[in-house]
C-alpha cells in the first residue's frame, strides 16, 4: 500500500538513510507544490549526500515553484543550507536568483562559493559576469577550475572583465583570467594577453602562451613574433605552440 504523503514526510527524518532517500523519492513522484517547504527544509538540514541529491531531484521536478523558498536559504547560518539551496538553484535555472548568487561569491565558506559560481554559470545572466571575475585569484584548484568553467558559459559577457582582471595585482587572478579567456577563445583579448608575456610571473606567462596557442590568428603571430622565454616550463610551452626561436633575455619570474 502506497503511504500518506503525512507518512512520507515523517519518513523524511528516519535514522535510515535508505528509508530518507525513499520517502524523497516518493514525495518527488507527487510533484505536489504544497510539499515545496517541507522538501526545502528538509533537503537544507539532510547530512547525508545522497538523500540531499534526491531531495534536489524532487524539488526541481516542482520547477520555478521551488526557487522562492531555496532563495530564502542562500541567507541561512548554516553552510549546509547556503550550498544546498545553491546547488538545487543551479538545476531549475530561475533568474530570479542571480542577485543572491551573487552576493554568496563573497561568503566565507568556499564550498558555499563554489556552489554559488556554478548556479550562475548554469544560469547564464551576464550580470554576474564581473562578480565571476571579481573573485578571481583564489589559490583553491577545484574553486578556480568551477570559476573558470562558468565564465566560459557566459561568453562574450566575461571577456572585457576577463581583460581587465590580466592587470590583477594578484598573479593568480591573472593566470586564472588568461586561463577563462583561453576557453572562451574570443580573439579580441589577443593584444591583452601578448601584454602579459612580459609578466614577472612565469605561471602567468605559461598561461598566456598557452590562450595565445589555443587562440591562433593573432594569438599564434604574437608568439611566432616573441623571443622564447627564459623558464624552460614556458618556453617548451612556446616552441610547442610554434613559437620564436630567438631566445629571451629577461630573467626567469
Given amino acids: 500500500m502506497t503511504p500518506s504523503s503525512d507518512e512520507m514526510i515523517r519518513r523524511l527524518k528516519d535514522p535510515g538513510q535508505s528509508v530518507r532517500v525513499r520517502a524523497a523519492l516518493d514525495l518527488g513522484k507527487l510533484k505536489d507544490p504544497a510539499l515545496v517547504e ?5 533537503l537544507c538540514t539532510e547530512p547525508d549526500f545522497f538523500v540531499r541529491e534526491t531531495l534536489v531531484w524532487a524539488l526541481v521536478r516542482l520547477g520555478e515553484a521551488a ?12 553552510a549546509l543550507a547556503r550550498k544546498s ?38 544560469i547564464g545572466d551576464a550580470k ?24 566560459e558559459r557566459l561568453s562574450a559577457s566575461a571577456v572585457q572583465p576577463l581583460i581587465g582582471a590580466l592587470r590583477h595585482e594578484n598573479w593568480r587572478a591573472r ?26 610571473c612565469w605561471q602567468v606567462r605559461f598561461a598566456a602562451v598557452n590562450a595565445l596557442g ?27 605552440l610554434g613559437g620564436s626561436s630567438r631566445p629571451s633575455k629577461r630573467s626567469e619570474g
Fill in 214 to 240: 589555443c587562440l591562433g590568428g593573432a594569438g599564434a603571430e604574437d608568439l611566432r613574433t616573441k623571443a622564447l622565454d627564459a623558464d624552460p616550463r614556458v618556453r617548451a610551452l612556446q616552441l610547442r
Fill in 85 to 122: 539551496a545553491a546547488h538545487a538553484l543551479s538545476k531549475i535555472g530561475d533568474p530570479r536568483a542571480v542577485d543572491p548568487l551573487i552576493g554568496l561569491l563573497k561568503d566565507s565558506d568556499l564550498e558555499v562559493v563554489s556552489r554559488a559560481a556554478f548556479a550562475l554559470g548554469q
Fill in 38 to 42: 517541507v522538501l526545502v527544509e528538509a
Fill in 67 to 78: 526557487a522562492p523558498p531555496l532563495i530564502g536559504q542562500l541567507g541561512d547560518p548554516s
Fill in 175 to 200: 593566470e586564472q583570467a588568461a586561463d577563462a579567456l583561453r576557453v572562451i577563445g574570443d580573439a579580441s583579448a589577443a593584444p591583452a594577453l601578448a601584454a602579459l608575456l612580459h609578466d614577472p
Fill in 128 to 151: 554576474a559576469a564581473p562578480a565571476l571575475v571579481g573573485v578571481l585569484g583564489h589559490d583553491h584548484r577545484d574553486l578556480e577550475a568551477i570559476m573558470v568553467a562558468a565564465l
